[in-house]
C-alpha cells in the first residue's frame, strides 16, 4: 500500500494504528477500528506534502474491492498540487509521469510496481480490472488518493460491487498475547507502600513543619522580648544612677562634702551603663530601640554640667539638666517597650515605669526645696516646681498602685510607712508654710537625709522589680526553647514511630522480594551458569534429564505474600527453565558443528598429506628451473594450507595424528620450519638464537606456534618493514622474541591478547581474525609454555630501534629442551606410508598436531 506521507494514520477515539487494524465497517463510516462513528481523520505527525511542506492529514474510507489510504494537502487546493488525466505522481519527488491505461480484460500483461514506484510488466498475465483506476485526478480540490486493489494480491478475488467482505478468522489480526502481570491491587507492593507510608508521612510531616514553624516564632519573638527588657532594665538602672548623681550634686550645693567620695563611684557607675547600653544597642542593629538611642545622645552635654556643679556655679541648669535627661529616657522606654503577650511581664514593666517616675518626682522635688533651704525662702517659681514635683509623684504612686502586684505594691508602702517616709510628709506641709515669702525653719541636712532615705527607697524596691522582671523574662525565653525541643522531639518521635511502625509492616514485603533477590542472584551468579557449562558438555540425552521440571505458576509462592513476588518468582522460573533449554540447544548445535569441522580438517588434512606426496614427487621428477619454482611455490602454499587445517583440528577439541622427530631438532631449524609456512617469509629474519636443542616429540607443536605469531607479525606491519627473531637461554628457560615494527597494540588490546594467549578467555563469539590468539594459547598448553605479548620498546631486551610494533615473548620449560652439545638424531624425513616413517603415542601432557620442517613430510630412521 502506497502512502505520500510516508506513515500510519491513527483512530481518533483509541489512538489505534489503523494499517495494523483490519477494517470492518460500511462505506461512510468510522474507517477505523470500528470504535465509534467518527470518520479517523487526523493529522499525521510528522509528515508534511512532498510539493507544499504543508501537514498532512490522514483516513482511511473503504470502497468494495479496495484498500484506500487518502492523503490531503491542509487547505491546498492548487490545480498544480493534483495530478492530470492520465498521470500518476512517484512517490517521495512529487512529480507526475503518464501512465497508459490498457483496458479491461486485456491479456497483453499486468504492469505492477516495484519496491522503488517504477512499473513492472509481466507478460502474458491477466490484467486485472483497474478498480476506478482511470478516476484518477478526480478527487476534490487540494486531495491525492492512490489505491491498492486488494484483488491483485495472489489467492484474493474482489468481492462484488455493492458488497463488503465477510471478515474471516484467518483474516482477523491475531489479538496481543495478554500479559502475565495481573493488575495492582490491595494486595500489591506499591498498594501496601502507597498505604502504609505515603499517606501518614507526609500529613506526619505537614503538621510536624507547621508546629515547628510555629514554636519556632514563638521562640525567636520571645529571644526578642528577653533582649528588649534586658536593654530597658539597662536603661532603668541608668535612670536610677543618673537621679542618685542628680541628688549627690544637689547635697553639695548645700555644703554636704561628706557626699563627694560618693558622688564620684555614682559618676563612674553611669558612665558604665552608658557604654553597656550602648553596645546592647549596636549589637542589637540599627534598628533597635531608636527613641532610646535618640535619647542617650543628651548624655553628650554630661561632662560639661559635672564640672559646673564640681566648680560650684552650676546654678539652676544643673537640676534642669538632670530632669529633662532623665523624663526623656523615662519616654523613650514607654515607646520602645518590647511587644509580648505575658501577663506578669507587662504588669512588671509598668511598674518599673511608674516606680522610676515617682522617684525622679521626688528627686526633683528634693532639688528644689534644698535649693529653697539654702536660699532661706521660696522663690515664686520655687513653689510652682514644688508643688509639680509633688503632684506627679502622688500621681504615680497611685498609678503604681493600680497596676503593680501585691508584692510591689507591699514594698513601696513599707519604705513610705518607715520613719523616713513619715518624716516626708511633715516637712513638706512645714516648707509649704513658707511658700507666703515668710522664712523657711526647717533644717536643710534633715530635709536632705529624709528625702534621699526615701528616694533610695524607691531605688531599692526598683531594683527588686527589675530583677523580677529580668528572671520572668528570662523563664519566658527558656520555656518557648523548652517547648520547640519538646516539639521537636515529638515530631521526630512520631516520625520514627511512623517509620518504625512502616518498616514493620513493610517487612512482609521485602523479606519475600529479599529471598527472591537471594534466589536469582545465586541463580544468575552459579546454578545457571554451571548448569549450562554441565548441559553444554554433556552428551543430549544426559543434557535433557538436567533440564529442570515445567515452570510453575504464581500460586507457588506462597500465601501471604505479595501477588507480584509469585509472579516475579514465576517468571524467574520460566527464565531459568527457557535459558537451560536454549543451552542444552546451543549444546547441541556446538558438538555438531564442532563435528562437522573436525570432519572436514580431517579430509582436508588427508587431501593435503596426499597433495604433498604428489608434489615431492613432482619435484623429484622436475629438471626445467622453472617450473621447478613453481613446484616449490605450490609445495609452500600446500604446507600453509596444511597448517591452517590442523589449526582447524586443534579448535574444534581433535587430535591430529602425531608427528615427531628422533632426536633433537636445533631451535634455529625449528624457527626456519616456522618461516617456512608463512606467506611473506623473505621478510622473516632470524637475527639470533643460542644454540638449544628441541626434543623431536615437540618439534612440531613448536613450529606450529612459532608459525602462528610471526605470520601476526608480519600482518600487523608494513611490507617494507621486516619481522626480527631472537632466541636465548634465561637460566633454566629458553626465551623466544618474535618482534615487529608495525602500528602495535592499545593497552587494552594487549590485554584482552594476553588473555586468549593465556588460554582463559572464551573462544565463542570471537572474531575469525583473531582465532590465531586461541591456537596459540591452545599450542602453548600443550607444550607447558608462556607466551606473551608486549609493547615493543625501544630500550628492552631486545632493541628495536624504535618505540612501536609488538614483541611476543615465548618462554619455553626445561622439559622441551635438551643441552646444545647433545649429539643430535640422525635421519631424514618421510610422509605416513614411506619407508622409515614411524608414529609414537602422544606423551603426557599434550599431542602433538601439525607442524612441518623443513619441507619435510614425516620422520626417516
Known amino acids: 500500500m502506497r502512502r505520500c506521507h510516508g506513515g500510519p494514520p491513527r483512530c481518533t477515539a483509541c489512538d489505534g494504528d489503523l494499517p495494523l487494524m483490519r477494517l470492518l465497517v460500511s462505506k ?59 498521470e500518476r505522481r512517484e512517490p517521495g519527488t512529487g512529480r507526475t509521469r503518464r501512465v497508459t491505461t490498457r483496458g479491461r480484460g486485456s491479456r497483453a500483461g499486468t504492469t505492477s510496481r516495484n519496491r522503488g514506484g517504477e512499473p513492472v510488466r509481466t507478460p502474458g498475465a491477466p490484467l486485472a480490472p483497474p478498480a476506478r483506476a482511470t478516476r484518477r485526478g478526480r478527487h476534490p480540490p487540494g486531495r491525492h488518493r492512490t489505491m491498492t486493489r486488494t484483488a491483485s494480491r495472489p489467492g484474493r478475488t474482489a468481492p462484488p460491487a455493492g458488497r463488503h467482505p465477510e471478515p474471516t478468522a484467518a483474516s482477523r489480526r491475531p489479538d496481543r498475547p495478554r500479559s502475565r502481570l495481573r493488575p495492582p491491587g490491595p494486595n500489591s507492593i506499591r498498594g501496601r507502600v502507597a ?33 528588649g527588657v534586658e536593654l530597658s532594665l539597662d536603661v532603668q538602672r541608668l535612670v536610677r544612677e543618673l537621679q542618685r548623681e542628680h541628688g549627690l550634686g544637689t547635697g553639695l550645693a548645700v555644703g554636704a562634702g561628706r557626699y563627694r567620695p560618693e558622688l564620684a563611684d555614682t559618676r563612674r557607675r553611669v558612665d558604665g551603663l552608658r557604654r553597656t547600653v550602648g553596645r546592647a544597642l549596636e549589637e542589637g542593629g540599627p534598628d533597635t530601640a531608636p527613641a532610646v538611642r535618640s535619647a542617650l545622645d543628651a548624655l553628650n552635654r554630661l561632662p560639661g554640667v559635672r564640672d559646673r556643679i564640681d566648680n560650684g556655679i552650676a546654678g539652676a541648669d544643673g537640676p534642669a539638666y538632670f530632669s529633662g535627661t532623665i523624663a526623656g529616657l523615662n519616654r523613650a522606654l514607654a515607646e520602645d517597650r518590647p511587644a509580648h503577650d505575658d501577663r506578669a511581664l507587662t504588669t512588671g514593666l509598668e511598674s518599673l515605669d511608674r516606680l522610676s517616675e515617682a522617684s525622679e518626682a521626688l528627686s526633683a522635688e528634693r532639688s528644689v526645696l534644698t535649693a529653697v533651704l539654702v536660699a532661706g525662702r521660696f522663690e515664686p517659681a520655687d513653689h510652682l516646681a514644688f508643688v509639680e514635683a509633688r503632684g506627679a509623684r502622688t500621681g504615680a504612686l497611685a498609678a503604681l498602685d493600680r497596676v503593680a502586684d501585691p508584692a510591689v505594691r507591699s514594698a513601696v508602702r513599707e519604705v513610705l510607712d518607715s520613719p523616713a517616709g513619715l518624716r516626708l510628709p511633715e516637712l513638706e506641709e512645714e516648707l509649704a508654710a513658707g511658700a507666703d515669702g515668710r522664712a523657711v525653719t526647717v533644717d536643710p541636712e534633715e530635709w536632705w537625709s529624709t528625702s534621699t532615705a526615701v528616694v533610695d527607697g524607691l531605688h531599692a524596691v526598683q531594683a527588686e522589680t527589675a ?67 554441565a548441559v553444554q558438555k554433556a552428551e543430549p540425552e544426559e543434557a535433557q534429564r538436567m533440564l529442570p521440571g515445567p515452570p510453575r505458576g504464581p500460586a507457588d509462592a506462597g500465601r501471604g505474600e505479595p501477588e507480584e513476588v509469585g509472579q516475579l518468582a514465576a517468571a524467574l522460573r520460566r527464565v531459568e527453565h527457557t535459558a537451560l533449554g536454549l543451552a542444552a540447544e546451543q549444546a547441541v548445535l556446538r558438538r555438531n558443528g564442532t563435528e562437522s569441522l573436525a570432519h572436514l580438517g580431517r579430509r582436508n588434512q588427508q587431501l593435503l598429506h596426499r597433495q604433498l606426496r604428489l608434489i615431492t614427487a613432482l619435484e623429484s621428477k622436475e629438471l626445467d628451473p622453472d617450473a621447478l619454482g613453481e613446484l616449490f611455490e605450490l609445495d609452500h602454499l600446500a604446507t600453509r594450507m596444511r597448517r591452517n587445517a590442523d589449526s582447524l583440528l586443534l579448535l574444534a577439541g581433535e587430535q591430529s595424528p602425531p608427528r615427531v622427530w628422533n632426536g633433537t631438532v636445533p631451535i634455529a631449524e625449528v624457527v626456519h620450519s616456522a618461516i617456512s609456512e608463512v606467506e611473506e617469509y623473505r621478510r622473516v629474519t632470524l637475527v639470533e638464537a643460542a644454540p638449544c636443542l628441541v626434543h623431536g616429540r615437540w618439534v612440531a607443536e613448536l613450529s606450529h606456534l612459532l608459525a602462528e605469531l610471526i605470520e601476526n607479525a608480519l600482518t600487523a606491519s608494513p611490507p617494507s618493514r621486516p619481522v626480527e627473531v631472537y632466541g636465548w637461554w634465561d637460566g633454566a628457560e629458553y626465551c ?57 620498546q625501544a630500550d628492552g631486551p631486545v632493541d628495536a630501534g624504535h618505540g612501536g610494533g609488538v614483541t611476543a615473548w615465548i618462554v619455553l620449560p626445561r622439559r622441551l629442551l635438551v643441552a646444545a652439545d647433545v649429539p643430535t638424531g640422525a635421519g631424514g624425513y618421510a610422509e605416513p606410508g614411506e619407508a622409515g616413517y614411524r608414529e609414537e603415542p602422544v606423551p603426557t601432557g599434550g599431542t602433538p598436531a601439525g607442524g612441518r620442517f623443513e619441507g619435510e613430510r614425516g620422520i626417516v630412521t
Open 28 to 86: 461512510g463510516v468510522n474507517p477505523s477500528c470500528g470504535c465509534t462513528g467518527e470518520r479517523a481523520t487526523r493529522p499525521a505527525p510528522g509528515r508534511v506534502h512532498a510539493r507544499c511542506s504543508r501537514p498532512l492529514f490522514t483516513s482511511r474510507p473503504w470502497s468494495p474491492g479496495t484498500s484506500v489510504t487518502v492523503t490531503r494537502c491542509a487547505g491546498v487546493t492548487d490545480p498544480a498540487h493534483r495530478p492530470a488525466r492520465g
Open 195 to 227: 498505604l502504609v507510608l505515603a499517606v501518614p508521612t507526609c500529613l506526619l510531616l505537614v503538621l510536624v513543619g507547621v508546629g515547628i514553624a510555629d514554636h519556632a516564632e514563638r521562640w525567636s519573638a520571645a529571644g526578642r522580648s528577653a533582649d
Open 467 to 533: 530583677d523580677a522582671v529580668a528572671l520572668r523574662a528570662g523563664e519566658l525565653r527558656a520555656e518557648a526553647g523548652r517547648r520547640l525541643a519538646a516539639f521537636l522531639l515529638l515530631g521526630l518521635g512520631v516520625i520514627g514511630a511512623a517509620v518504625v511502625f512502616s518498616t514493620l509492616a513493610a517487612r512482609s514485603i521485602t523479606r519475600p522480594l529479599t529471598r527472591l533477590a537471594r534466589e536469582a542472584e545465586d541463580l544468575a551468579e552459579h546454578r545457571l551458569p554451571e548448569t549450562v557449562r
Open 736 to 792: 623466544v622474541v618474535v618482534l615487529d615494527r608495525g602500528s602495535g597494540m592499545s593497552d587494552a588490546e594487549l590485554a584482552l591478547a594476553n588473555e586468549r594467549l593465556a588460554g582463559t578467555a572464551e573462544f565463542l563469539g570471537t572474531p575469525t581474525r583473531r582465532l590465531g590468539h586461541f591456537v596459540v594459547g591452545a599450542l602453548a598448553g600443550r607444550l607447558g609454555a608462556r607466551v606473551e605479548v608486549r609493547h615493543t
